[in-house]
């Protein structure tokens, strides 16, 4: 049956992502596209930080960055700096660009490992440009420099995500898609395939349609709630189930920070997400182990300012359904599954949900195969990101707190316990099935958090000398060089997208 309505069920961040996307199809095929959302039920709207493929997803809609920043009072990010979690008093930051680069094929952080053992004391993060520039509080993109010789800047943003939901609205708007306000009371399907029909509305208004895009939340409205498709718990491996958000002034003068920054406490870990304006503040935890009263006082103690709004309280189960795209329903957001914004992956899924149901997307109807794709790549994904975001918990050396014993001790994936001792032993890094995350990102996040290196690639040992030690030299001086000539964040955002209050 051929495609002619799709019907996107929910609003928020990836509802209008969805629909924005969508309707790009208009401009050379007459599909009608409609949003029902409503008001009544709201959005969770937490997720403010952004990983550098956001960037792509913009570009593809022709949306003009200055003028999406400010209209989201958006900031700059270079990364996620992450607070106590190898042990208390450890820092360290996730970058977005990689150590140095490769040399001869090998990857840096194994020539960076052979000068460390010879004796050379400079930390690796010195050949990373974003961790310079955050590590200074300062910003700048790569086309500001018109040197072909320097190092490129990866960056991604911080957004006030309703900000840019309502952005997001104005421009599908523009292109065809048409919102509809109502609460979905009952969801009809065929009696023989089981694909879902129509859904009505609280007024009694019936919206017919041949692909459903349901992004209803956690309620999973057709996904679960219609299909029963089924929900796969990974609360073994990440045991925080509840979060509670709470916006605020930057009382303290402070200028916004270049980066996100990841907090952990005594059972679970704290976000601090700057905007032009304000801090996006969070505190994710485990109920059993902390209260909820426990977790607000926590939160409030360590902001930089007073709450600007009531404590919004979330309750998740980390995991994924069992099928993301079930017959003729895709769920996109927080109706595919759940993991907590640690590196900041809730929106990047929905991004890369729109991407693939684009890709396989025929207006000639809906196949089994198109369907098996979309559910075994986005099941890999998230496994790969589940994988990662354990990491942070299990390689910890913190015993101050039976949450922290809980993750130091508990079972992991035997494909994570791969990759660490992988690591331990010379450094390998194997990414698989075109993963989210690079060799610097998980590099980064071991040694930060205390996995070191045994050793290192052999062939490192067979690179020429002294041409390659010079090289190391120029990688790190060109670093310097353009850090010390970058404006401060703060700067570089009123001269190029300050806010639209």
């Not at 700059?76 to 996730?94: A, C, E, P």
């Not at 420099?145 to 997001?168: M, V």
């Not at 005594?266 to 304000?278: C, D, E, T, Y």
Request: glycine share 8%.
């Amino acid at each position: 049956m051929a495609i002619e309505k799709i019907i996107i069920v929910g609003g928020g961040t990836a509802g209008w992502m969805a629909a924005a996307a969508l309707s790009r199809i208009k401009a050379g095929r007459a599909v009608d596209i409609t949003l029902v959302e409503s008001e009544q039920i709201g959005t969770v709207g937490v997720g403010e930080a952004t990983i550098p493929p956001f960037l792509d997803f913009n570009k593809l809609l022709e949306v003009d960055e200055r003028e999406m920043l400010a209209a989201v009072q958006g900031s700059f990010k270079l990364g996620i700096q992450f607070v106590n979690w190898g042990k208390l008093g450890d820092s360290y930051i996730h970058p977005f660009g990689n150590y140095g680069y490769q040399m001869e094929g090998i990857s840096f952080h194994h020539i960076w490992h052979k000068y460390h053992q010879a004796g050379d004391k400079r930390p690796i993060q010195v050949f990373n440009m974003e961790t310079m520039a955050a590590h200074f509080g300062r910003f700048a993109r790569t086309e500001d420099y018109q040197r072909e010789d320097l190092p490129p800047i990866n960056y991604a943003y911080h957004i006030d995500a309703g900000r840019y939901a309502r952005f997001l609205r104005s421009y599908a708007e523009k292109r065809g898609v048409v919102q509809k306000e109502g609460k979905v009371t009952s969801v009809a399907q065929d009696s023989e395939s089981g694909f879902v029909t129509s859904i009505t509305l609280d007024d009694g208004s019936v919206f017919e349609g041949d692909l459903f895009i349901d992004c209803s939340g956690f309620r999973g409205l057709l996904i679960e709630q219609t299909l029963k498709t089924g929900y796969e718990d990974w609360t073994h491996y990440l045991p925080c189930d509840r979060a509670v958000a709470l916006p605020c002034m930057r009382e303290d003068g402070s200028p916004p920070l270049p980066y996100t920054r990841a907090t952990a406490h005594s059972a679970g870990w704290q976000w601090q997400v700057p905007l032009q304006h304000r801090n996006g503040n969070g505190h994710v935890y485990c109920s059993s182990y902390m209260g909820d009263d426990e977790a607000l006082d926590i939160l409030i103690k360590n902001m930089a300012g007073k709450p600007g709004a009531d404590p919004n309280f979330l309750r998740f189960t980390t995991g994924r359904r069992k099928k993301f795209w079930n017959k003729n329903v895709v769920a996109l957001g927080l109706s595919a599954g759940f993991m907590e914004p640690l590196e900041s992956t809730s929106i990047h899924l929905i991004n890369t949900g729109i991407n693939k149901l684009i890709a396989l997307l025929s207006l000639d109807g809906i196949t089994q195969a198109q369907e098996d794709a979309f559910n075994r790549l986005t099941g890999k994904e998230y496994e790969r990101i589940r994988d990662f975001l354990i990491l942070h918990y299990n390689s910890t050396t913190r015993s101050d707190s039976e949450f922290w014993n809980h993750c130091r001790t508990m079972a992991v994936p035997d494909s994570l316990t791969e990759k660490v001792e992988l690591f331990r032993l010379n450094g390998q890094i194997f990414r698989e099935d075109d993963e989210l995350f690079t060799e610097t990102s998980w590099a980064a996040v071991m040694m930060g958090q205390g996995i070191a290196m045994g050793g290192h690639n052999a062939m490192a040992d067979g690179l020429k000398e002294p041409a390659t030690a010079k090289e190391m030299d120029a990688i790190e001086q060109s670093i310097r060089f353009v850090v010390q000539h970058m404006p401060s964040h703060s700067e570089y955002l009123s001269k190029y997208c300050p806010a639209v209050l």
